[in-house]
């Protein structure tokens, strides 16, 4: 797996118009550095040595995890390469004070959803498929953010209705995003979920629960003037 590193590096190279620091030789120890630090300096340096430190922190959980996500190695490395490299076109967002660990996992897991939907050979996960987490019922996102609708038109409209709910998740913050992502489009459990963004449960169902209000205030905002 060590292309990864080199792989990344390279596509960088290819997508930046400022040249990378060509660092010295010299083997240097960055076990007493944070990855929040080492992305800090890289924002300032664009020194391909911190790049390819923090490439190699994450190379082995990260490829799993997304090998997982998307059922196939092959996947697994573009997705990988991708999310690097929004790595180092998004390092100039990244705010001091923040996790890296979070931040990195949202964007590979909005570069696999990405993915999915460009080559069309995901499993088109329902918004209406019911989602349980350490034995509580969640219910299907759909069905907790938009009002049911019996009438005749109601199942012609999910469709629209499911793509409405995608791209209001999309506007989500980033933090609200990645947990609505984890658990009800890919049905991860709590627990797994918190694991992954590297926070405690309880911070997973805060932030699903803060999700559900905004997009539920988001749909009675665009649609109850609608209703005759």
């Known amino acids: 797996?060590?292309?990864?590193t080199t792989e990344a590096t390279e596509?960088?190279?290819d997508n930046t118009s400022k040249p990378l620091s060509h660092s010295t030789a010299m083997l240097v120890d960055y076990s007493g550095r944070s990855d929040e630090e080492l992305l800090l300096e890289y924002r300032?340096?664009?020194?391909a040595l911190v790049f390819t430190e923090l490439v190699s922190r994450y190379q082995r959980e990260l490829f799993n995890f997304l090998r997982r996500f998307l059922g196939g190695t092959a996947k697994a490395e573009d997705v990988f390469q991708q999310t690097f490299l929004q790595v180092h076109v998004?390092?100039?967002?990244?705010?001091?004070?923040?996790?890296?660990?979070p931040w990195l996992y949202t964007i590979a897991t909005n570069q696999a959803i990405d993915y999915q939907r460009r080559n069309r050979r995901h499993r088109r996960l329902s918004l209406d498929?019911?989602?349980?987490s350490s034995g509580e019922e969640l219910g299907s996102l759909m069905e907790i953010v938009v009002s049911q609708e019996s009438g005749p038109g109601a199942k012609a409209e999910s469709g629209e209705r499911a793509e409405w709910v995608r791209s209001a998740v999309g506007n989500l913050?980033?933090?609200?995003?990645?947990?609505v992502q984890?658990?009800?489009?890919?049905?991860m459990k709590y627990s797994d979920a918190?694991?992954?963004?590297?926070?405690p449960v309880g911070t997973i169902k805060s932030r699903l629960h803060s999700a559900i209000k905004s997009l539920g205030q988001s749909w009675r905002d665009g649609h109850t003037t609608n209703r005759p």
């Open 11 to 13: 596509k960088k190279t």
């Open 129 to 132: 498929q019911s989602r349980s």
């Open 182 to 187: 984890l658990v009800y489009f890919r049905g």
């Open 173 to 179: 913050p980033d933090s609200l995003q990645s947990a």
């Open 44 to 47: 300032t340096t664009e020194d």
């Open 194 to 199: 918190a694991q992954v963004l590297s926070i």
């Open 1 to 4: 797996m060590k292309k990864h």
């Open 90 to 101: 998004k390092c100039e967002l990244f705010q001091a004070g923040r996790k890296f660990r």
